[in-house]
């Protein structure tokens, strides 16, 4: 009973399929169906080409702050090391917090090609070479919470006696993105929460979780005091056929790692989703039974995740707004 007490339920704001201001209007119904949270991704450039969008996350997380007045504002996930300097993304989540206090979560990750390649023109970094810059970025960005005058002098990253002059009264939380041992493990090391997705091999979420536990014992942190959030993705509706419809815009989460490994061009993503449009319901939890639907998505309070973001992929999201909070979340609390 204590874990569905503690239970938090987000809304995922989809920035790659709706503009800012569809957006928001969105995100203020989610605040007054009862959702927790909203979550919304930073992308410089979307899944699709043709019908994507990508507005920035931190101009829209400010605004929203101002049309609600309760749910928490999160990034999930946002890269702090390439397209933006780690120096500028601590000083935009401290005004974000002092604005909105006690309401926001730096949700970090080690970030796509898509999003950063584009805006860089720089080469796709190793995956370990992308781990070692969130390490540094998320220790410099607490120092500048922190500290004063910070001189900083990293291997990625460097500032010379840098101030932050409005910082919230506690530093923001930072919740690391993984979805494997390696990022897991970083995660437990340095965040205070781990990020991950929802619909991969039922085998990977406890192996997340015990990465996640054993970096923090290594780094000497109780891994019982750091959130577990996951993204639920879930496409429920009274009427299934449409259930499963919806979930066609999104064939790109259903590619495998190696098909969209270094594919930086939306033209070329939407190409490859659309080839796989078939297997687009896989990674979605499809359902028009509430009971069912709320027992599926109790598997990952079981394996322990705490604060459950809900990725609904339809293009009508009233319509699930209005259904999942009437049908699925009273189950759910």
């Known amino acids: 009973m204590s874990a569905v007490v503690a239970l ?30 909203v979550a919304v991704s930073d992308h410089f450039q979307p899944w699709r080409h043709r019908t994507g969008h990508a507005p920035s996350s931190l101009v829209w ?77 998320v220790e410099l960005m607490r120092r500048l919470w922190t500290d004063d005058r910070v001189t900083f002098e990293g291997a990625h990253y460097r500032t010379e006696l840098a101030t932050i002059y409005d910082k919230p009264d506690e530093p923001v939380p930072i919740y690391v993105a993984a979805s494997g041992p390696l990022a897991a493990k970083l995660a437990g090391a340095i965040g205070d929460g781990l990020i991950c997705t929802s619909g991969k091999r039922t085998d990977l979420y ?23 959030m996951i993204e639920v993705k879930v496409s429920y509706d009274r009427d299934l056929d449409y259930a499963r419809e919806a979930c066609s815009w999104w064939a790109a989460l259903a590619l495998s790692g190696e098909e969209k490994a270094g594919v930086a061009d939306p033209i070329e993503l ?25 027992e599926r998505i109790r598997t990952y309070v079981d394996l322990g995740f705490d604060h459950l973001v809900f990725h609904a992929p339809g293009e009508d999201q009233r319509r699930f707004l209005e259904q999942f909070s009437a049908d699925v979340l009273p189950r759910l609390r």
């Open 61 to 137: 997380l400010g605004a929203l702050g101002q049309a609600t007045s309760r749910v928490t504002l999160a990034t999930s996930v946002l890269t702090p090391t390439m397209r933006y300097s780690p120096a500028v993304i601590a000083q935009a989540f401290a005004t974000l917090a002092s604005l909105n206090p006690d309401r926001v979560i730096l949700g970090v990750g080690t970030g796509e090609s898509m999003n950063e390649t584009p805006a860089t023109g720089e080469p796709w970094p190793s995956g370990k070479e992308r781990r070692a810059r969130l390490r540094e970025a």
């Open 206 to 228: 406890p192996e997340l979780l015990g990465k996640v536990a054993e970096g923090a014992e290594a780094a000497g942190r109780d891994p019982q005091g750091l959130a577990r």
């Open 8 to 37: 938090r339920l987000g809304y995922k704001a989809s920035a790659e399929q709706f503009g800012p201001v569809e957006l928001r209007d969105l995100a203020i119904e989610a605040e007054r169906a009862g959702f927790d949270s």
């Open 270 to 294: 939407e190409r490859l989703a659309d080839a796989a449009a078939d297997r687009a319901p896989t990674r979605f939890i499809v359902s028009d039974d509430p009971d069912e639907c709320a």
